[in-house]
Structures are given as C-alpha cells and as structure tokens.
C-alpha cells in the first residue's frame, strides 16, 4: 500500500518539527513551508494527497493559499490544523476547500485521524469543537421549542 504524501504549512518552526515526528512513522512527509505563498508553490510542484495548514501564516494566510490552490484545480485533502476554535473560521475553511478541521490543542492521534479520514473521502472536524456545536444547537432547539 502506498504511504499519503504530505505537506506542511505552518509558520511555528518548533510545533511543524513535533508534525514530522508525529507523521513521519505512517506517512510520506514530502516538505514544510512556513507562509502560504510557500504552500501554493510547494503544492504545485509536490502534488501531495494531503496538505496540513495552519490559518495563520505571512504572505498569505492558509485560508486565501487554499483557495488559490482549488481555483488552480490542486486536488490535495485539505486539514486546517489551527488554534482558532471559532465557527466562523471554521465554516470558512470548508467554504474554501478544506475537509477537516483540528485544533492544535488536541492529542496527535486526532490529527491522524482526521489525516486517514480524509484519505477515506470522509470530512473531520476535531471533537472539541464538534461536542460544542452539538451542544450550541442542542440549546437552539431547545429554545425554539420553548418559545411562545
């Protein structure tokens, strides 16, 4: 079988070296840019099945690279890999061409994960912000129903 190949976008030079070593047991880990011009010219050129991008970046931010990327016709799966716990970035992120969403808080094993989920055609967004989503509309409805 072959190993997903991937690419890493993240400005943080200490927290995309913990990545590879999180990564580079189960997948072909092929580069890490640190800004998302850098990303559009690596993903270009690399052609990976997975990119991991943060939001954050300089140059151009991991959303606007992600979008340049899908207006070129790039066909990487797409996992924002964020501090931003925020429903706005994160329906952005999908907007834009992303399929999965993690939070750097989370344990390794989610990014994993959410990697093979991908792989698999799957969407992924991290537990932590899915059980508070559940819970958000949890409350909605329950405040809809209780209504006059």
Request: charged share 25%.
């Amino acid at each position: 079988m072959n190993r997903a190949r991937i690419l890493i976008a993240d400005d943080h030079r200490m927290f995309a070296q913990g990545l590879l070593g999180l990564l580079e047991d189960d997948f072909d880990l092929l580069e890490t840019v640190a800004d998302g011009q850098a990303l559009v010219d690596a993903a270009q050129l690399l052609n990976p099945d997975v990119i991991i991008v943060d939001i954050s970046m300089p140059v151009l931010n991991g959303l606007d690279a992600v979008r340049r990327l899908k207006h070129e016709g790039n066909s990487a799966k797409v996992i924002f890999l964020t501090m931003h716990a925020d429903d706005r970035l994160l329906a952005e992120a999908f907007r834009c061409g992303g399929v999965a969403y993690v939070l750097k808080q989370s344990a390794g094993e989610d990014l994993i994960h959410a990697i093979r989920q991908v792989l698999e055609g799957q969407k992924y967004v991290t537990p932590l912000i899915a059980s508070e989503w559940v819970q958000n509309l949890a409350d909605e409805i329950d405040g809809t129903q209780n209504s006059p």
